[in-house]
């Protein structure tokens, strides 16, 4: 069973930071690309920002220049930077592995206050 660990949620104030991490075992991490999501209460879950295998990287509009994406080959990890916070960030965020099929992580809780 392929399991990915996120780790780094918690309570920030507006305009802070915080970083996540999802560990992804390292049959699939080469292979898969990754991807961070995220589910505010009432609402759909949304993409936040995906990194191909080579690196190449993809965010929503609404956190474009605020988060960062990253993949450590070497740790098989997945990390998203969060600078400038806002309280519309507050959500479960969850890791992703796709390929072939979607891998998913039970999820983080970020919660930014005003």
């Known amino acids: 069973q392929v399991q990915l660990v996120e780790s780094g949620g918690g309570l920030v104030q507006s305009g802070g930071s915080l970083t996540l991490s999802c560990a992804v075992p390292r049959s699939i991490f080469s292979s898969y690309f990754m991807g961070w999501y995220r589910q505010a209460p009432g609402k759909q879950r949304e993409l936040v920002a995906t990194?191909?295998?080579?690196?190449?990287?993809n965010y929503a509009d609404s956190v474009k220049g605020r988060f960062t994406i990253s993949r450590d080959n070497g740790k098989s990890t997945v990390y998203l930077q969060m600078n400038s916070l806002k309280p519309e960030d507050t959500a479960v965020y969850y890791c992703n592995a796709q390929k072939y099929i979607n891998y998913w992580g039970q999820g983080t809780q970020v919660t930014v206050s005003s």
């Open positions: 990194i191909t295998t080579a690196g190449v990287t």
